[in-house]
């Protein structure tokens, strides 16, 4: 750790950058595979599979790797019911997918709560993780990239 | 209407709120460990949501090709990701970048795919996105 921690720990560095942009190329590819299941069959299947397959391949991740706990004491149980959240996720979007909101106004309010939670969750700290305080610069992003977004949303396709 | 918009909005904050939780767990544990409860509870609530509900089997599941069931180990790798990055760069950076690298991905895949939309549009969006992560990138760093 460099004297400068404090200044930079809200400041991905170019690594971290590249693992959350990456990440996000993984989700386009999650949800044109997992909306291939939906669409031959139900939309609980379309969560059920992955999450089952995905147990599987995490399985053998976890006895290929087996990376170390970074504490020896068990964490709260509540931290273990993150997957719940992530079910009702589904069961929420496939309700409102069908509305008049559709899925470019679903798409876009998702990423409004996403973010307004998000940036409650740095500043109070939330779940035990670092509080943040964002700056400008945070915001100027954020405004940024949720107008790029929604303009790719509601115009760049006819979907 | 009103309650559709609650509901688009709250399942935003439940990503937010399971990225949150699943970041803690791998502060105490590993992201791939966290990655796999994420899984393991997941697929638990979902199995018995489904069998109260009903139809997990309608319509044709085996009809998909083969290649549709990678959603699974990709989400692993996904999950692990988030769950290792929250707690190094906030949920807000985490969220911010990953929804970047989404909406840039979906218009490759798009233009791959041949889907229909305005070019200028699209043009517009990419730039305003790489505009929104040239500001938050990282700087050198003053002494």
């Known amino acids: ?159 | 209407m009103i309650w559709f918009i609650a509901l688009a909005l709250l399942a935003g904050v439940l990503v937010g709120l399971s990225r949150q939780i699943n970041g803690r767990l791998a502060m105490s544990t590993s992201a791939m460990e966290s990655s796999f409860w994420n899984h393991i509870v997941g697929l638990g609530f979902i199995t018995v949501t489904a069998l109260l509900w009903g139809g997990l089997f309608a319509g044709e599941p085996l009809a998909s090709p083969w290649w549709a069931y990678l959603g699974g180990p990709i989400g692993v790798i996904f999950i692990a990701a988030g769950s290792w990055l929250i707690p190094r760069i906030g949920a807000a950076q985490t969220a911010l970048l990953i929804i970047a690298g989404q909406m840039i991905s979906g218009v490759l895949l798009d233009i791959i795919m041949g889907a229909p939309g305005s070019p200028v549009a699209r043009a517009v969006g990419v730039a305003l996105i790489l505009a929104g992560m040239y500001v938050a990138q990282p700087t050198k760093h003053k002494t």
């Open chain 1, 1 to 159: 750790m460099h004297a400068g921690m404090s200044d930079t720990a809200h400041v991905p560095r170019l690594f971290h950058f590249a693992a959350a942009f990456g990440a996000g190329g993984l989700l386009t590819l999650m949800i044109l595979f997992n909306g291939t299941l939906a669409v031959h069959g139900s939309l609980f299947f379309a969560s059920w599979v992955p999450h089952l397959t995905g147990t599987i391949a995490a399985l053998i991740l976890l006895m290929l790797l087996r990376p170390k706990r970074a504490s020896t004491t068990r964490p709260p149980v509540w931290t273990y019911l993150g997957g719940v959240s992530g079910g009702v996720t589904v069961m929420l979007t496939s309700a409102t997918v069908n509305t008049a909101l559709a899925l470019s106004g679903t798409i876009a309010l998702g990423l409004a709560g996403q973010i307004l939670f998000s940036l409650f969750a740095d500043i109070r700290g939330l779940f035990g993780l670092p509080k943040r305080m964002p700056e400008g610069r945070d915001y100027l992003s954020l405004t940024l990239i949720i107008s790029g977004s929604l303009i790719l949303i509601f115009f760049g396709s006819t979907a």
